[in-house]
């Protein structure tokens, strides 16, 4: 059942309406399993629950529920759906609108000039853009919202090829040349006309060596 | 008499009168300025060989008027030693007053010192703990608002074009920064550039290098590392905690500031030159534990630096100062990031955790760490070589402190310069996950929802990038991002050693490691069938890191464990320790650390661990200076005035010698006494009244004050037997008598240190004055 649902998933059934239809199921099994009191003891002497959720080397009852609770905490998707399950919060719905407008706009321009299309549709982008920066900084994001926006984005630069394009080579590299410049003139320069830092050598005093001179008077003797 | 003490307390200042063959020692009182050679070591002089103390003689007088005629100037060079440079008393001055005072103390009063002992050293630590904690969170704060400064700036430029004047911003910001820190470094405390590693090593050497232990030294330090690395030089700050660590050790445990003018009346048994090197070596331990987080690395660093006296309950002191200190900082760090208790930071650069499967290394992995030891060997000597021409031309042609602080401006102005263009140029352009651990994202030209990668290099402090290259996952990096960010750093980091001001070489040399060893791993990952799975490029970047890092200043025992230590675990100790040893030895065979290299361009006389090998033919006849000026035991106030303001000789220490009454025989040494000892006695008048009113004829007796029991040699004694007794004793003089107890010479350390191994054999050094 899982399975299936995870390759109809697409662009139309959002990831959080997916999880939210599975999730009362678990939910119901998960309160059943809760339920089983560790008290009870079943024949044997051995607890019911262990018996009941331990009894194979898989513990598929456990792990299933345990999967689905973690993609429930990563997605995000309480932060979209409202408390009660039933439907998305009001900042989803508002994200949606400005979303549909963006899209709209990209549907209008798409078979035209992808230049007219960055140029008119930029407004509504830029919009989405900040509205998607203010949630994701008030953490009210979750995996519909962020794939939504993912695609958008990627429409944007990819498909439209609309984000900024490299200009201003040149005088970049003029500023720099200059910069880079600076330093060789400094030190060609300071070689002109620095005086160069001599040092004055000092020839302290020393006995001549002893050893040296019995070798040779032992040698000329 | 104020007149003498101004005289005599020059120390440092050029000599103005200029050939050295003027003044000949006085002895005795007698005023014979001519009698060239003095009966007392002439004496032992005369007997050797009559013949050839007359050709003695006026071989050196002619050279002497050869000198004087000519004195040599020739410009400078590694081959020189300073005159500047004195040892410190690490031997102790027993005189009859420090007898008296030993004998007087009870055995509680010897317990009550070494407690205090430990109380200092756990003050160290706590101290120098602080001052990192205040070092790092200044530095984040500002370098925070200088990058969010710079990245609304870009953003703000990419839309509307003008990202020229982005760029002259950043460049302009920088300047500003560095020439604040590099204004504190050259015009207050010039001591206080560089890292500070190679003063503290000369200093626990034994070499008083003055003024690097001062109060005023370790503000500008702090300062002047705050304003280099927020100013965006290519530079780290652990280096200069070293030196912190060694200051606050060097003020703690002697009770006073000569920069405050304080004596707070406290530790004075401690305010001897014993006492204070071992501080100072406790202080550079917890400046290394503080700086990397690892306390046992500290203490090597010490042990490895400065042990020419060790002994168990110093290196149990010295951990204990180092273990206070990281733990210092830890929880001080974890308040500040209102993780109060968590005790993550344990340094100021942070390695991450290197745990999980993909970290594990293989027994075939090791000849390829061995092969990147070797690479980083080969760059590091490159990188020495580099800095030391630099260096050169820097000492000759850039000393003037307004020459050095726009050098250290255009610097910083280059850097922000390669920076931007590097970032600007760069195609290569990353997802950006929610989990990014980039802490000021670019996207420049990048499609929305990714960031420039080569900006995760150059847009950071040098720390963060350094743990992104050992953590980032695999396909984080593109290899030409990578090779560029290598090349234009490595010359970046060695054109910014060197310069006037606070800045360390370590963080530079890892992060340059990092960046070639990460491109390794990714050349292995793609050439080897299953490299995927096992050449992890986070692991070869470490090894590159220590690789390029040994490289550049040699250090083996203790930067192995510091390497450990801050990577948290031990696995990595044998390819650590092989890699640095293969660079050390690949890197020696063409030239030297790059600390070393500093101090022989400093000119300083640092003895090595022994006498350099092929020295046993040369005895402490050659070694030492000859002939020396004596002071007799009792004296004239008017000699020891003329022989002490005498600036044709550096000398400051002087043997004592006591004629035996009713013989001619030649006088026979007692004691040795310092010039320091000699100024108090001559400031405090202690001395008795004559019967006439001129100073000059009162007679001062020096019987009290000497060391009675200086260490001598005979004159036969071979080089190595010197070095080793001088080197191991931490002696400020030898002296040297004949078989009848006559001075014949003294041997200081600028006499032992002029002897080294060059490349054709046994070289020696000239002093020259600097």
Redesign the interface.
């Known amino acids: 059942m899982l399975l299936s649902f995870g390759v109809m998933r697409s662009r139309e059934i959002p990831g959080c309406h997916m999880i939210t239809t599975v999730r009362p199921v678990i939910a119901a099994s998960w309160a059943s399993y809760t339920n089983i009191s560790v008290d009870q003891v079943g024949p044997g002497n051995v607890s019911c629950r262990d018996s009941l959720l331990h009894s194979d080397r898989l513990m598929l009852v456990f792990q299933l529920y345990n999967n689905l609770k973690n993609l429930w905490d990563s997605s995000g998707c309480k932060n979209c759906i409202t408390a009660g399950l039933q439907s998305p919060t009001n900042d989803t719905l508002y994200f949606m609108a400005t979303l549909h407008q963006t899209t709209s706009c990209f549907d209008k321009y798409q078979h035209g000039n992808h230049t007219e299309l960055c140029k008119n549709c930029k407004n509504t982008y830029k919009d989405l ?1 900040e509205l998607y920066s203010r949630m994701e900084k008030n953490q009210t994001l979750c995996i519909d919202i ?1 794939d939504a ?2 695609m958008t ?2 429409e ?3 498909k439209f090829n609309c ?6 080579t040149v ?6 040349s200059f ?2 410049f ?2 060789i003139i ?2 060609l320069s ?2 002109l006309h ?1 005086e ?16 040296s ?2 070798n040779i ?1 032992d040698k000329q003797s | 008499m104020a007149n003498i003490t101004k005289k005599v307390s020059w120390s440092s200042r050029a ?1 103005e009168s200029g050939a ?1 063959g003027e003044g000949t020692p006085l002895l005795n009182g007698s005023e014979q300025p001519r009698h060239s050679r003095q009966p007392s ?1 002439g004496g032992s ?1 005369c007997q ?2 009559r013949l ?1 103390t007359v050709d ?1 003689e006026e ?2 007088t002619s050279d002497e008027e050869s ?1 004087r005629g000519r ?6 060079n590694e081959k ?1 030693l300073s ?1 500047k440079y004195e040892s410190l008393d690490y031997d102790n001055i027993e005189n009859q007053l420090f007898l008296e005072e030993e004998r007087k103390m009870s055995y509680m009063g010897f317990r009550c010192l070494e407690i205090s002992r430990w109380v200092v050293c756990g003050l160290i630590g706590f101290l120098t703990g602080l001052i990192a904690c205040f070092i790092d969170i200044v530095v984040e704060q500002l370098a925070g608002i200088k990058y969010q400064v710079v990245k609304e700036n870009i953003e703000k430029f ?2 509307v ?4 004047i982005s ?2 911003l950043w ?1 302009v910001l920088n300047s500003a920064i560095v020439m604040l820190g590099a204004i504190i470094v050259a015009f207050f405390e010039p001591i206080a550039a560089g890292s500070g590693i190679p003063q503290i090593k000369c200093y626990l050497n034994g070499i008083k290098i003055p003024r690097v232990v001062r109060l005023k030294t370790l503000v500008v330090k702090v300062g002047g590392v705050i304003c280099s690395v927020v100013g965006g030089l290519a530079v780290g700050k652990e280096g200069p905690m070293i030196h912190s660590g060694a200051v606050v050790a060097a003020g703690v445990s002697q009770g006073r500031s000569t920069s405050l003018k304080r004596d707070f009346k406290i530790f004075e048994y401690f305010r001897r030159d014993t006492e204070k090197r071992d501080f100072v070596s406790a202080g550079a331990a917890a400046g290394v534990s503080a700086a990397f987080g690892a306390p046992v690395g500290g203490v090597l660093f010490s042990l490895e630096e400065g042990a020419s006296f060790w002994n168990q309950m110093l290196t149990w002191r010295i951990f204990f100062a180092s273990m206070i200190s990281t733990f210092t900082l830890n929880f001080f760090l974890s308040i500040y990031h209102n993780k109060p208790g968590e005790l993550s930071n344990p340094g100021l650069i942070n390695f991450g955790r290197f745990q999980g499967d993909s970290v594990a290394y293989n027994l075939y992995e090791i000849p390829l760490f061995i092969a990147m030891g070797a690479i980083g060997g080969l760059l590091g000597a490159l990188f020495n070589v580099l800095n030391y021409w630099l260096t050169i ?1 820097r ?6 402190p307004c ?1 050095q602080v ?2 250290a401006m ?2 910083a ?2 850097t922000a ?2 920076s ?2 590097m970032i ?1 140029f760069s195609n290569d352009c990353q997802p950006l996950g ?1 989990e990014h651990t980039e802490e000021y994202p670019l996207q420049l ?5 990714e960031y420039n990668s080569m900006a995760t290099a150059f847009f950071n402090t040098p720390e963060r990038s350094v743990r992104s290259l050992f953590h980032n996952q695999p396909g984080t990096y593109n290899p030409l991002t990578l090779g560029l960010f290598t090349l234009t750093y490595f010359f970046l980091a060695c054109w910014t050693y060197g310069l006037a001001v606070s800045a360390g070489v370590f963080i530079p040399s890892l992060l340059i490691g990092a960046a070639w060893g990460r491109l390794c791993g990714i050349m292995l990952a793609t050439i080897t069938p299953d490299g995927s799975i096992w050449a992890d490029p986070g692991k070869y970047a470490l090894i590159g890191a220590a690789a390029q890092l040994g490289g550049i200043v040699r250090m083996t025992l203790s930067l192995t464990v510091i390497m450990v230590e801050a990577t948290g675990n031990v696995t990595y100790g044998l390819p650590i320790m092989l890699v640095l040893m293969t660079a050390k030895i690949v890197g020696d065979y063409f030239v030297e650390g790059l600390y070393d290299i500093h101090i022989k361009l400093q ?1 300083v006389p640092f003895l090595h661990w022994e006498a350099p090998a092929t020295s046993h033919w040369l ?1 402490a ?2 070694v ?4 020396v000026t004596c002071l007799n035991r009792i004296e004239k106030v008017g000699t020891i005035v003329d022989t002490l303001s005498n600036t044709s000789t550096n000398h400051n220490g002087f043997p004592v010698v006591v004629k035996v009454s009713g013989s001619d025989e030649p006088p026979k040494l007692c004691g040795l006494i310092l010039r320091s000892q000699l100024i108090v006695l001559l400031k405090h008048k202690v001395f008795s009244i004559h019967v006439s009113q001129d100073e000059r004829e009162c007679m001062m007796d020096l019987t009290e004050f000497m060391n009675a029991t200086p260490y001598t040699v005979p ?2 004694t071979s080089l190595p037997r010197v070095f080793k007794l001088f080197r191991a004793l931490g002696l400020r003089h030898l002296v040297v008598v004949d078989d009848e107890n006559r001075v ?2 003294l041997v200081t350390r600028k006499d032992l240190a002029r002897y080294h191994l060059g490349k054709h054999g046994l070289e020696e050094l ?5």
Not at chain 1, 171 to 176: D, E, G, L, R, Y
Request: net charge positive; hydrophobic share 40%; glycine share 4%.
């Open positions: 853009n962020e926006m993912n984005r990627k944007w630069s990819k984000s900024f394009p490299r200009e201003e005088p970049v590299i003029a500023v720099s910069m880079l600076l330093p400094f030190y300071s070689f620095s160069q830092k001599k040092r004055k050598l000092i020839h302290p005093k020393r006995a001549k060596s002893y050893t001179l019995m008077q | 000599d050295a070591e002089l050797i060989g050839s003695l071989e050196i000198q004195p040599k100037e020739i410009p400078h020189l005159l990419t839309e074009g003008g990202l020229s760029l002259l460049a031309f000492i000759r042609y850039v000393h003037r020459l726009m050098e255009l610097v102005a280059v310069t390669v931007f263009t600007y929610p030209f990048c499609a929305d929802g000119s005895t006849r050659e030492m200076s000859s002939p004159q036969e014949v010479g000239q002093l020259a004055q600097t």
